[in-house]
């Protein structure tokens, strides 16, 4: 399917007649990208599942009041994250009886998930990033996977360039000597 | 948009195509330049094995769009104001007292919920007094009791009063702890009643 420019679904959407026409193009063409960064924050594919649909709903409710101040997959990706990151928020509450947090459960449960086939230094580096902090991880998974941009991710993430870069560099040297030391 | 404006056997390119190649270039060479000091995680560059279900994109798009969509009409439908006239109507119906027709107030009937559970302890009250005063109507009369059948064998053996009774009494004492014997014990019947007293002593 040939790309469809973010200015044509907008201008879909606010016409009433094509407004379903804007949503099934809106979801053929983000949907793949904001599954993946969903997926890698909430690692499970069942999870990643669930927040990809709340997301797309909380998207097409919000669409209205979409003001064009930033790009609209920039907006999107910060509302993928930010659903992702309630996700996790809420399982972390509910295992409060458990020691481990929601990080270490994850952790432990990409090792059965039958839809997790990377091998065992993959294994190790999943679970290194999951030992990282939340913005650390965001920040690592959006460059280190997507090769995404400083700018891009400094207006999705609304935190500066150069604090990005060092977030980045943080986390690639912590899970650097993660990986070797498992090696 | 496209275009094929050289010879390129008909296939076309996006209009940017080329400026965003150069850019896309220079980004993943910059992203692979600040892996040079991590081995590591270059050498697993791109691999995060994650695996999807056969097939997921192309049925969560049904998926999504059946979620999302706004139903194109309301199929059931309510009355102009329904809400409004519903609540005024339920908080008539929910008020402590009534106003009737005439205009006087009716004070709101109180029903006593223990009334007929009173009732019914109150009974059951009185067979279990009733039952208690039966089964323990004759222990009132113990003390009155001048006779052997009103003590227990074994206390009056106990007493080691023995030489007070008669030797008839103590028969009658030893063919009682006879029959309260719960151990074997074979019953002669050549013998009388007071060869088994001695067996038993």
């Known amino acids: ?183 | 948009m496209k275009r094929a404006d050289y010879n390129n056997g008909g296939f076309g390119i996006p209009d940017d195509y080329e400026k965003d190649f150069s850019s896309r270039l220079k980004a993943r060479l910059v992203a692979e330049d600040e892996l040079k000091d991590y081995p590591a995680l270059r050498q697993l560059k791109g691999k995060h094995g994650m695996e999807l279900p056969e097939g997921y994109f192309e049925n969560t798009d049904g998926q999504l769009l059946l979620r999302i969509a706004r139903p194109q009409n309301d199929i059931f439908r309510i009355p102009q104001d329904y809400f409004e006239k519903n609540r005024k109507k339920i908080k008539e119906m929910t008020l402590e007292t009534d106003v009737d027709s005439a205009g006087s107030k009716k004070t709101a009937r109180v029903i006593f919920l223990f009334r007929a559970s009173g009732a019914a302890i109150a009974a059951m009250l009185l067979v279990v007094l009733s039952m208690w005063m039966y089964r323990t109507g004759d222990q009132g009369n113990a003390d009155d009791c001048e006779t052997l059948a009103c003590l227990d064998a074994s206390e009056v053996i106990n007493s080691r009063a023995l030489d007070q009774f008669t030797e008839e009494e103590l028969l009658l004492l030893g063919a009682e702890l006879y029959w309260a014997d719960e151990d074997v014990y074979f019953y002669d019947e050549t013998d009388d009643a007071g060869s088994a007293l001695d067996k038993r002593l």
């Open chain 1, 1 to 183: 399917m040939e790309q469809i420019e973010d200015k044509t679904i907008l201008d879909l959407y606010r016409a009433e007649e094509t407004r379903d026409k804007a949503l099934d193009l809106l979801i053929s063409k983000y949907q793949k990208r904001l599954y993946w960064h969903v997926r890698k924050i909430v690692i499970s594919h069942d999870d990643a599942d669930d927040v990809l649909q709340n997301t797309f709903i909380r998207i097409w409710r919000g669409l209205e009041n979409f003001r064009e101040d930033s790009a609209l997959f920039s907006w999107m990706y910060r509302i993928a994250t930010n659903e992702a990151l309630q996700f996790l928020r809420s399982r972390e509450k509910r295992l409060t009886t458990s020691l481990d947090s929601v990080e270490q459960h994850l952790s432990r449960s990409l090792e059965s998930d039958p839809y997790f086939k990377g091998d065992s230094i993959q294994l190790r580096l999943q679970q290194a990033i999951l030992s990282l902090p939340e913005k650390q991880r965001l920040v690592f998974n959006m460059r280190y996977f997507d090769e995404m941009p400083y700018a891009e991710m400094a207006e999705i993430l609304e935190t500066s360039v150069g604090a990005l870069k060092a977030s980045y560099h943080i986390a690639a040297k912590k899970i650097e000597e993660m990986l070797v030391n498992a090696i």
